[in-house]
């Protein structure tokens, strides 16, 4: 799991400067390292699928950002319930992204 953190970290560097690609290579790295090691519900993962959705809705990509917030959303949903501040920071970039979606008629 520890090198999982350290391409999270790095993808997380390349997303501050704006270098979108690198950071979602980085963070699918990351993905896969914890999906192997904690399965599909743990924290790290919802972190990791909001990131996602952070570098889609930059680039403007709103169907894959949506679901990737889908994909937190749910996690953090069990994790931490509905009423959680993370899982409801989760909630609004999703309808951020759906917003995105009926204003670009995609």
């Known amino acids: ?7 999270n970290n790095i ?3 390349y997303q501050t400067i704006k270098d979108y ?3 979602l290579e980085n963070y699918n ?7 192997s090691v904690y399965g599909e519900q ?13 570098i ?3 680039q403007e990509n709103y169907e894959k950002s949506m679901e990737a917030f889908e994909r937190a959303f749910k996690i ?25 979606i009926v204003t670009n008629g995609e």
């Open 1 to 7: 799991a520890d090198v999982g953190i350290c391409y």
């Open 11 to 13: 993808g997380y560097i």
């Open 21 to 23: 690609n690198l950071a």
């Open 29 to 35: 790295h990351a993905l896969k390292i914890f999906q």
């Open 42 to 54: 743990h924290g790290s993962i919802g972190v990791l699928f909001d990131n996602i959705g952070m």
């Open 56 to 58: 889609y809705m930059e």
């Open 76 to 100: 953090r949903s069990v994790i931490f319930g509905e009423n959680h501040h993370l899982t409801k920071r989760t909630l609004e970039r999703l309808e951020n992204a759906k917003a995105k």
